[in-house]
C-alpha cells in the first residue's frame, strides 16, 4: 500500500504543478524551470511507486536503493538549481539543505548495506538447498 500512496502522491504533485505552471503563462525562466523539476520529480516518484507495485518477484531492497538514488538525485537538482537561482542563499537554508543531502546520503547507504545483506544471506540458502539435494 505505501508504493501505492508514493505513486499516487507523486502523480497529484506533479499534476497539480504543471495545472499551476500552464494557468501562469506570464512565470519568469527560473521558475517555469523549478515547476519543471518539480513535475519531473513528482512523475519520477510516480514511476517509481508503479514499477515496485507491479513486481511480481522479491524486490530483496532494490525498491529501496532505487528510492534513495532518486531522493539524492532530486536533492541534488534542488541543491544546484538553488546556489544558480539564488547564489546568497541564507544560512539556515544552507544548513536545512545540507541535513536533507546528509539524510539522502545515509539513506542511500542503509539501503545498500540491506540489499547486499540479503544478497548474501539468499546466496548462503541457495548453497545449503543444493548440498542438502545432493
Known amino acids: 500500500m505505501t508504493y501505492v500512496?508514493?505513486?499516487?502522491?507523486?502523480?497529484?504533485?506533479?499534476?497539480?504543478?504543471?495545472?499551476?505552471?500552464?494557468?501562469?503563462?506570464?512565470?519568469?525562466?527560473?521558475?517555469?524551470?523549478?515547476?519543471?523539476?518539480?513535475?519531473?520529480?513528482?512523475?519520477g516518484w510516480t514511476t517509481f511507486g508503479t514499477w515496485a507495485v507491479t513486481r511480481r518477484t522479491p524486490l530483496f531492497a532494490r525498491d529501496r536503493v532505487i528510492a534513495a538514488w532518486l531522493a539524492l538525485g532530486a536533492w541534488t537538482v534542488f541543491a544546484v538549481g538553488a546556489l544558480v537561482v539564488a547564489p546568497t542563499t541564507p544560512g539556515w537554508l544552507i544548513t536545512v539543505a545540507l541535513l536533507l543531502g546528509a539524510t539522502a546520503v545515509a539513506n542511500l547507504g542503509v539501503a545498500l548495506r540491506t540489499r547486499a545483506g540479503l544478497r548474501r544471506r539468499r546466496a548462503e540458502l541457495d548453497r545449503a538447498s543444493r548440498q542438502g539435494h545432493q
Request: no cysteine; glycine share 12%.
Open 5 to 43: 500512496v508514493v505513486a499516487l502522491l507523486g502523480l497529484v504533485g506533479a499534476g497539480l504543478i504543471s495545472v499551476l505552471w500552464a494557468t501562469e503563462p506570464g512565470l519568469p525562466v527560473r521558475t517555469r524551470a523549478a515547476l519543471a523539476v518539480l513535475v519531473t520529480v513528482g512523475l
